[in-house]
């Protein structure tokens, strides 16, 4: 109790409320990534809402919303918003993002309590970047079956994200990609920053994502509601 105390004394509550892109290719597992990472920090209390972009269909969106609002209850239906941008998938989160601001402008009037808002982009190649204005953090994601030259192929996704996701690990054998290539050259492409394999079907590897969110996004600081909790 007098920890949490200490951090209701020094947190503004009326913060922007942080915000995480994740892009990467059609099919590189970003909406899987979301639905295994969300109930681990659900779970730790943290209060999430998500925007899912795609250029015409909202089907990711409404995946999202009944598997993880309507089935798990971890969030309330109307936190999982899907945007039909109806252009290129990378101009609603970089050039012109302001359909997802407005957005995220009634997000934070209406639901101040949150902790954090993940935006995902539609499938877009390797060029994928985030807005400043839009994103305080960038998951990036590939997977193994583009082979493993993908990460020494660079592009901005690749080398400038905060976190490279090497996803659906578990069909390396099938392609013929080698995950010990792949991490040298992640590596060497990234100048150490961090990356993570994963294989969303087991687990592996989704903790140590949401580890990330909660050290390098949140800071280890406790979830508003246990800050307001507080006597």
Do not use: W
């Not at 909406?31 to 920090?41: G, K, Q, W, Y």
């Not at 997000?107 to 985030?130: A, Q, V, Y």
């Not at 030259?149 to 090497?166: M, N």
């Not at 990234?190 to 994502?209: A, F, H, S």
């Amino acid at each position: 109790m007098t920890e949490f105390f200490y951090f209701h004394e020094f947190i503004d509550m009326n913060r922007r409320i942080p915000r995480i892109g994740i892009g990467g290719p059609v099919g590189c597992g970003k909406s899987m990534l979301i639905e295994r990472v969300v109930p681990i920090l659900a779970k730790k209390n943290y209060r999430i809402s998500i925007i899912s972009n795609d250029v015409i269909s909202q089907e990711d969106a409404d995946r999202m919303r009944q598997n993880l609002a309507t089935n798990q209850g971890l969030l309330p239906e109307n936190l999982v918003i899907g945007l039909a941008t109806g252009g290129c998938p990378h101009t609603a989160i970089r050039e012109d993002p302001s359909i997802n601001l407005s957005v995220i402008e009634e997000i934070e009037r209406e639901h101040s309590d949150l902790d954090l808002i993940i935006i995902e982009s539609g499938g877009d190649n390797i060029t994928t970047t985030f807005s400043p204005a839009l994103a305080d953090y960038f998951i990036y994601i590939i997977d193994v079956s583009g082979g493993d030259k993908y990460p020494r192929k660079r592009g901005l996704g690749i080398e400038t994200s905060d976190l490279l996701v090497i996803n659906k690990i578990d069909l390396a054998p099938l392609v013929d990609a080698n995950l010990d290539v792949m991490e040298r050259d992640a590596k060497i492409v990234r100048k150490n920053k961090p990356y993570v394999l994963v294989n969303c079907k087991t687990d592996e590897g989704v903790d140590t994502v949401a580890q990330h969110i909660i050290e390098d996004v949140l800071f280890e600081q406790p979830p508003k509601k246990l800050i307001t909790n507080v006597k």
